[in-house]
C-alpha cells in the first residue's frame, strides 16, 4: 500500500513526527475502545475494524519514519 494511505488513516501528514504519530495513535486506541465495548454488535464490530486499520496504518508509518531517520 501506499504510504500516504496510511497517514490519512491517521489524519496526519508526512511532515509529523514519530512522537507525534504514538500520540495520535494512542489518542485514537483510547477512543475506538470505548465504542468497542458498546452492546450494538454493529457498532462494535466497526469499532473493531477500525482499531485492526488503525493499528496497520500505525505499524507503516513508524516504520517509514524509522527508515528515513536513519
Do not use: W
Request: net charge positive; charged share 30%.
Amino acid at each position: 500500500m501506499n504510504i500516504n494511505l496510511y497517514y490519512n488513516i491517521l489524519g496526519l501528514n508526512q511532515r509529523t513526527s514519530l512522537e507525534e504519530v504514538e500520540q495520535i495513535y494512542r489518542d485514537l486506541l483510547e477512543v475506538l475502545t470505548k465504542y468497542r465495548i458498546s452492546h450494538d454488535p454493529q457498532f462494535r464490530l466497526n469499532a473493531e475494524e477500525k482499531i485492526k486499520r488503525i493499528r496497520i496504518a500505525y505499524e507503516e508509518v513508524k516504520s517509514h519514519l524509522l527508515k528515513t531517520c536513519h
